[in-house]
């Protein structure tokens, strides 16, 4: 079984930056996919960032340029950093990670950008 354990979320004023962490119970470099996944009050869940195996990164437009999607192997940890946070960007944080057939999800982390 595996478990993801999201961290790093909280209240930020817009323009402010938060880091996300995502601690995993087994080696990630077992996992072919990670993703941050954000859902906001009334709204469905929306993929944020992912990063394969190799290293590859691909983000959603409302986050490109400012978000960074990352994993530390040896951590077993996948990070976001985020950057000019922006009030749309308010929602619970969620980390993903596919080892297939398996799709495994972490409780997710509050982030609330106000001022």
């Known amino acids: 079984q595996v478990q993801l354990v999201e961290s790093g979320g909280g209240l930020v004023q817009p323009g402010g930056s938060l880091r996300l962490s995502c601690a995993a119970s087994r080696n990630i470099f077992s996992f072919s996919l990670m993703r941050w996944y954000r859902q906001a009050p009334g709204k469905q869940r929306e993929f944020v960032a992912g990063i394969t195996t190799t290293g590859s990164t691909n983000y959603a437009d409302s986050v490109k340029g400012r978000f960074a999607i990352s994993r530390e192997n040896a951590k077993n940890t996948l990070y976001l950093q985020m950057n000019s946070l922006k009030p749309e960007d308010t929602a619970v944080y969620y980390c993903?990670?596919?080892?297939?057939?398996?799709?495994?999800w972490g409780q997710g982390t509050q982030v609330t950008v106000s001022s």
């Open positions: 993903n990670a596919v080892l297939l057939p398996n799709n495994y």
